[in-house]
């Protein structure tokens, strides 16, 4: 069998992509965007050949795979596969159908579900392997394992296609402003969502909306708070990373040193501990394993300078920036924090300008880019844009593509670079003045 990827090099449509190949499917793409060099490349390491033109890979046993950002009755590679007759499914109906061939795990959340996918994927392909697709652009296939990790997008309910055995919820928090109509909207959402596992749900206690939902599957709870059922305790916050104890339901598990920074990625991996408690997995393995786990890609990556700690992150939502500054405050206490930010949907700034600015209030400096609308009309926003963040913060100031220079004057800092778009090209742009200033000292 033979899939056709419309829109391949975009993050979920590329991991699917490897999946496939690697569990022994042909797979071709297309994709005319110019960016996306980070899935690019490990597409094209796979041999998966890329078209950005009409092309002659489509045949009567073909089936296509489209993205959502892509209109099936608009883009010209959708209408020439209709009038051939193919089979078409959208990407979260293609992941559909693949959670109901394994025993999927579908983690899910306003914010962590990318670092806690690829926590758990890392530790259960050290301990056995399984077949993971990661929103960062990452997809692995295993034929000799019948688990499948799933990072389950709640944008426009997609997460409602899917079959899963177990359900994880990393948070609930209002976001998607331009599809969900309130926080009751989006906690329904997740309650639908909740009630679709078939073993169990695993939900984050500490968060104050998961204890609402009215859910079927039986629910466990974990967090710091005293009423969970997995609980951290003894927790210890370093410069070296955090270190803690586990308890599930009172009994000890075991103890855990993990190599990553601030609160929320330790409930990351108190969320992927209580699948392995529940899973039966041996907990000196899991810690084993877990002490040499990386971070997901574009989850605070590094890159040292000099003086200077650059540090490119997705964050893209109010609370993902404030968790971003606060684990750059912990790692490097003795720098300065400068924060880069560049938002996505005006409709997020709208709705979040104040809390980007208290977010942003929490480096010694913070600049603000124009605002990416890639699926928005800007004329709908009127009177929206960098200065309705900037405006609100203590001390900021306007940074674009080209004026670099305007961070060259900091040392002995942490640059944060947080955008879900792309912002590494004026992280670059920086890095090459920061090269040459490093060389003629």
């Known amino acids: 069998m033979k899939y056709y990827m419309a829109g391949i090099k975009g993050a979920g449509m590329s991991a699917l992509a490897l999946l496939l190949n690697d569990l022994g499917y042909e797979v071709v ?29 489509l045949d009567e046993e073909t089936v296509v795979i489209y993205s959502p950002a892509l209109k099936l009755d608009e883009h010209p590679e959708l209408i020439r596969s209709q009038a051939r007759r193919l089979k078409i499914y959208e990407y979260q109906e293609m992941l559909g159908r693949l959670t109901k061939k ?20 890392h530790i259960m392909t050290d301990l056995g392997g399984c077949n993971y697709i990661i929103g960062d652009g990452r997809g692995h296939g295993d034929r000799n394992s019948n688990r499948f990790i799933l990072e389950s997008c709640e944008y426009r309910r997609h997460f409602l296609e899917y079959d899963p055995e177990y359900v994880v919820i990393t948070n609930i928090e209002m976001d998607h402003t331009d599809y969900y ?36 599957p039986q629910i466990f709870y974990y967090g710091l708070n005293e009423d969970n059922d997995i609980q951290a305790r003894d927790v210890e916050y370093r410069n070296d990373g955090t270190s803690f ?8 598990y075991g103890h855990f040193d993990l190599p990553l920074y601030g609160k929320h990625m330790l409930l ?78 005006f409709s997020r700034v709208e709705e979040f300008a ?39 913060l203590d001390n900021g100031d306007y940074i674009e593509q080209g004026m670099a220079e305007k961070l060259i004057e900091y040392d002995n800092a942490v640059i944060l670079f947080m955008s879900s778009k792309e912002i590494y090209l004026l992280e670059e742009e920086y890095k090459k003045l920061l090269e040459e200033k490093e060389t003629k000292e």
Do not use: W
């Open 268 to 345: 990351n991996a108190l969320a992927v501990i209580a699948i392995c408690h529940y899973e039966r997995l041996d907990a000196r393995e899991v810690a084993k394993s877990l002490k040499t786990f990386k971070g997901a890609e574009r989850r605070f990556k590094e890159t040292v300078i000099g003086n200077n700690v650059l540090v490119d992150d997705y964050a893209h939502h109010p609370t993902e920036v404030k968790v971003t500054i606060k684990a750059a405050r912990q790692k490097y206490p003795d720098k300065q924090v400068i924060a880069v930010f560049k938002a996505h949907t």
């Open 354 to 392: 104040d809390e980007f600015a208290s977010a942003l209030n929490l480096a010694d400096k913070a600049y603000v880019m124009d605002i990416n609308y890639d699926r928005e009309n800007p004329e709908d926003y009127p009177g929206i844009s960098a200065y309705t963040i900037i405006e609100k």
């Open 181 to 216: 109509k309130s926080m009751d909207d989006m906690i329904l959402a997740y309650e639908e969502f909740a009630n679709k596992a078939d073993k169990m749900v695993i939900a984050c206690g500490d968060d104050p909306y998961t204890h609402s939902l009215n859910v079927n």
């Open 245 to 252: 104890d586990v308890f599930v339901e009172d009994e000890y």
């Open 29 to 57: 793409g297309y994709d005319d965007a110019k960016d996306h060099r980070f899935t690019e490349d490990k597409l094209l390491e796979r041999g998966i050949k890329i078209y950005n033109e009409k092309n002659d890979e």
């Open 102 to 121: 394994f025993e999927s795990i579908c983690i899910s959340g306003c914010h962590g579900k990318t670092t806690t996918t690829s926590m758990l994927s």
